[in-house]
Antibody
Framework: EVQLVQSGAEVKKPGESLKISCKGS????????IAWVRQMPGKGLECMGI????????RYSPSFQGRVTISADKSISTAYLQWGSLEASDTAMYYC?????????WGQGTTVTVSS | DIQMTQSPSTLSASVGDRVTITCRAS??????LAWYQQKPGKAPKLLIF???SLESGVPSRFSGSGSGTEFTLTISSLQPDDFATYYC?????????FGQGTKVEF
């Protein structure tokens, strides 16, 4: 079964750093783009950035460039999304998704809460 | 960036209704358009890819059409399980962009 399994919910304070993960299984992890998608409470979906685990080619959406870092470790079939300094506005659900002809397989989501 | 304008934002319907949701792209995207269904607290689910291809396991009452800049998702006969929020996504050019969503409610 093709799966993306994300790390668990996080509660952080403003200014703290964070790295969340997305582990793929059941397919060739290095052969398809992985996207990270943000959904703020009660809001729509936003694509933050994408990475091709085969060569770590990464692209960021302008709104997120410089605010987050996307990486991957192909040896353990895992993609990452990280922040150096969290803000309250980073409070959201974060999804990873595999892109074949579309984003067809999604992780279960990681809730990030940033509050003092 | 390519902007996706989705309408309506909310749609009131009843079981058995034919429902149509539209997405308009600000630039030509060929057929690189997908449709997703999302229920509260759940990850989005792919319904349609490449504008009109039905994802495996998705009921045939869902269909997609269009190319270029105008796209439509149709639910031929709305079922109780279909009350949800629907999003379009263009992945023709990066950054990939979603429509604002359409909430289908009773």
């Amino acid at each position: 079964e093709v799966q993306l399994v994300q790390s668990g919910a996080e509660v952080k304070k403003p200014g703290e750093s964070l790295k969340i993960s997305c582990k793929g299984s059941g397919y060739s992890f290095t052969s398809y783009w992985i996207a990270w998608v943000r959904q703020m409470p009660g809001k729509g979906l936003e694509c933050m950035g994408i990475i091709y685990p085969g060569d770590s080619n990464t692209r960021y959406s302008p709104s997120f460039q410089g605010r987050v870092t996307i990486s991957a470790d192909k040896s353990i079939s895992t993609a990452y999304l990280q922040w150096g300094s969290l803000e309250a506005s980073d409070t959201a659900m974060y999804y990873c998704a595999r892109r074949t002809s579309a984003m067809d397989v999604w992780g279960q989501g990681t809730t990030v809460t940033v509050s003092s | 960036d390519i902007q996706m304008t989705q309408s309506p934002s909310t749609l009131s319907a009843s079981v058995g209704d034919r429902v149509t949701i539209t997405c308009r792209a600000s630039q030509y995207i060929s057929s690189w358009l997908a449709w997703y269904q999302q229920k509260p607290g759940k990850a989005p689910k792919l319904l349609i890819f490449k504008a009109s291809s039905l994802e495996s396991g998705v009921p045939s009452r869902f269909s997609g059409s269009g190319s270029g800049t105008e796209f439509t998702l149709t639910i031929s006969s709305l079922q109780p399980d279909d009350f949800a929020t629907y999003y379009c996504l263009q992945d023709s050019a990066y950054p990939w962009t979603f429509g604002q969503g359409t909430k289908v409610e009773f």
